[in-house]
């Protein structure tokens, strides 16, 4: 079934902790995977960008030599009155827009789409795209950038869309305790990338450790779980960010009492490179 209007995603606040608390969090980096909790989302780490109005921003991902180098992604927050004229300054970089908060306005191709909360957006590398917060109140929204590589005879074309739209698929044999919501058909070859969400009911399992070449970043929208991630279990919830490099095994069981959710991105699609030149 399509997710109902009611749907919530958590999007971080900011702030400071007081004084008076501890600074153990549950934030880790290893040689195959980073935990980044919500907990240590603060003000402190957000940053500006160039271009952009009213806006700040907290990087979750960026390439890093020796561990996952195929994407960028971002929360980012939009003050009242904020935005872009220009959302992306590389030609070469397709992205992702997917709304947590709030309502913003994307212009693309000569046409306005306002986005709520679900709203998705994949903007084609070379696309000249906008993105305006009109409203009175703050929006946020999940930024995913990957540089595009084209192949011939085919090529991505921006679209836009709701999550509350698309039929969640079910993964064979798991009686529906494990779905896939696709944005994108995984036999279509012009994409390089997929940024799909994820659904487990409480209970449910990743039954076995997904060993695989797929880079990931996996923002949890909703719930908790516990993650097997390269033998090591760890504890996350809304909000937290799980960062993998290829080949990081990975499983997780999934707590209740509500569904567990996470936006999901993987680099798909194309032969590995080998010559560099």
Request: contains cysteine; charged residues 20%; aromatic residues 12%.
């Amino acid at each position: 079934m399509t997710q109902p209007q009611t749907t919530r995603y958590y999007t971080p606040q900011g702030g400071l902790p007081g004084q008076e608390e501890l600074l153990t969090d549950r934030a880790i980096v290893t040689e195959a995977y980073t935990v980044i909790p919500r907990g240590v989302l603060r003000d402190i780490v957000t940053s500006n960008l160039p271009g952009w109005e009213k806006t700040r921003l907290w990087v979750l991902a960026r390439p890093v030599e020796g561990f996952a180098t195929t994407f960028a992604q971002y929360v980012v927050e939009v003050s009242p009155g904020g935005g872009a004229d220009q959302g992306e300054i590389e030609e070469t970089v397709q992205s992702v827009v997917f709304v947590t908060e709030g309502t913003l306005t994307l212009t693309v191709g000569g046409a306005e789409h306002v986005l709520e909360p679900g709203g998705y957006a994949y903007l084609a590398a070379g696309d000249q795209w906008s993105l305006h917060n009109r409203s009175d109140v703050k929006a946020a929204f999940q930024w995913v950038r990957k540089v595009y590589e084209p192949i011939e005879g085919y090529r991505a074309t921006t679209f836009v869309t709701r999550e509350q739209d698309i039929e969640p698929r079910p993964m064979p044999d798991t009686d529906g305790a494990w779905a896939t919501t696709r944005f994108v058909d995984p036999d279509d070859l012009a994409h390089d990338m997929h940024v799909n969400i994820v659904t487990f009911q409480p209970g449910g399992s990743i039954p076995f450790a997904e060993t695989h070449i797929m880079e990931h970043g996996l923002y949890v929208l909703e719930g908790k779980a516990v993650y097997r991630l390269n033998g090591d279990w760890v504890e996350v919830q809304e909000g937290d960010f799980m960062w993998l490099r290829a080949f990081c095994p990975q499983a997780c069981y999934a707590g209740g009492p509500k569904p567990f959710r996470y936006l999901l991105y993987k680099d798909v699609n194309r032969q590995v490179r080998l010559d560099r030149r």
